[in-house]
């Protein structure tokens, strides 16, 4: 089942440059597209997210775009810091569906 | 800032015993779910728990689990007889209204279960 994928397991970014994080998906009914961050040995915490009827949302540093026919979305970090280090997971979940769908995550490691 | 709470935070238990992973959800929350991870793949939803049944539940989440609130304030996880295969960090979540558009899951940091 690979309905959300995320096709680079790790990057690397110098402190203070853009990360981009990419995910891409195959289930025309997912509507609600959400990002978590993960620390080792804590859960995932929730990030930012976009419905489909946007294309883009942003909050502080971090911006969500959203490529609808391309079933594309992605994450902008900038400046990217220290702190944001961490496995980034990008999930979705379709209309009146409870259920979360992962991707396997990307580790993002920022270079100071 | 409120938080998920899971106890305990690694559980190591033989093959075909039972065991029981404990949740206290965000307090104003009405939606609990829990979710696991097997190391190296990803995480994977097993059951939303809603107005004190479940509601909606995933393949993984056969006869050999079962969910209960038993008080206002614990959520549980009860795997019957233990494979080898159920060993994964399991993550409890909880969120304030139904659907992720209104407002997004909060994760526990999960219980670690090792099946020997």
């Known amino acids: 089942d690979q309905q959300v994928k995320q096709n680079s397991p790790s990057l690397s970014v110098q402190e203070g440059r853009i990360s981009i994080l990419n995910c891409d998906y195959t289930?025309?009914?997912?509507?609600?597209f959400l990002w978590y961050k993960k620390y080792p040995a804590e859960g995932p915490t929730f990030l930012i997210s976009i419905s489909s009827i946007k294309d883009k949302n942003e909050d502080g540093r971090f911006t969500v775009f959203l490529n609808k026919s391309a079933k594309h979305l992605s994450l902008h970090i900038v400046p990217s810091q220290p702190g944001d280090s961490a496995v980034y997971f990008c999930a979705a979940s379709a209309y009146g569906n409870e259920k979360l769908t992962f991707g396997t995550g990307t580790r993002l490691t920022i270079i100071p | 800032e409120p938080e998920v709470t899971q106890t305990p935070s690694h559980q190591v238990t033989q093959m075909g015993q039972e065991v029981i992973l404990r949740c206290v959800p965000i307090s104003n929350h009405l939606y609990f779910y829990w979710y696991r991870q097997i190391l190296g793949q990803k995480v994977e939803f097993l059951v939303s728990f809603y107005n004190n049944e479940i509601s909606e539940k995933s393949e993984i989440f056969d006869d050999q689990f079962s969910v209960e609130r038993p008080d206002g304030s614990n959520f549980t996880l009860k795997i019957r007889s233990t494979k080898l295969e159920d060993s994964a960090m399991y993550f409890c979540?909880?969120?304030?209204?139904?659907?992720?558009?209104?407002?997004?899951?909060?994760f526990g940091n999960g219980t670690r279960l090792t099946v020997t």
């Open positions: 979540a909880s969120s304030e209204a139904r659907g992720q558009g209104n407002s997004p899951l909060h």
């Open positions: 289930n025309s009914m997912f509507d609600y």
